[in-house]
Nanobody, 118 residues
Framework: QVQLVESGGGLVQAGGPLTLSCTASGRDISIYTMGWYRQAPGNQRELVAR???????YYRDSVKGRFTISRDNAKNTVYLRVNNVKPEDAAVYYC????????????WGRGTQVTVSS
């Protein structure tokens, strides 16, 4: 069974940088499209970035230019770098693999909470 463990969240000052990590166990992520999602209170979980196995990336319009998704297949880990953090980035961040239909493939991890101070 695949286990996803997200880390790197916490309290960050608006305008600052942030790097989140997601490590998978139980499955080799190298062949999968991996994505980062976030869920703010009262909102649905939304996909913010994804990276396919060749390294090509996609970003939600609202985060383009500030978010960078990357992967280290040797470490079975996906990263999300956030520059110029904004208050609206506050949320619980999750990662997951995406299936051919663009839907999450595996059970969700606990996520990592990002809180933004202004």
């Amino acid at each position: 069974q695949v286990q996803l463990v997200e880390s790197g969240g916490g309290l960050v000052q608006a305008g600052g940088p942030l790097t989140l990590s997601c490590t998978a166990s139980g499955r080799d992520i190298s062949i999968y499209t991996m994505g980062w999602y976030r869920q703010a209170p009262g909102n649905q979980r939304e996909l913010v970035a994804r990276i396919i196995n060749t390294g090509s990336t996609y970003y939600r319009d609202s985060v383009k230019g500030r978010f960078t998704i990357s992967r280290d297949n040797a470490k079975n880990t996906v990263y999300l770098r956030v520059n110029n953090v904004k208050p609206e980035d506050a949320a619980v961040y999750y990662c997951n693999a995406l299936n051919w239909n663009g839907d999450p493939s595996w059970n969700w991890g606990r996520g990592t909470q990002v809180t933004v101070s202004s």
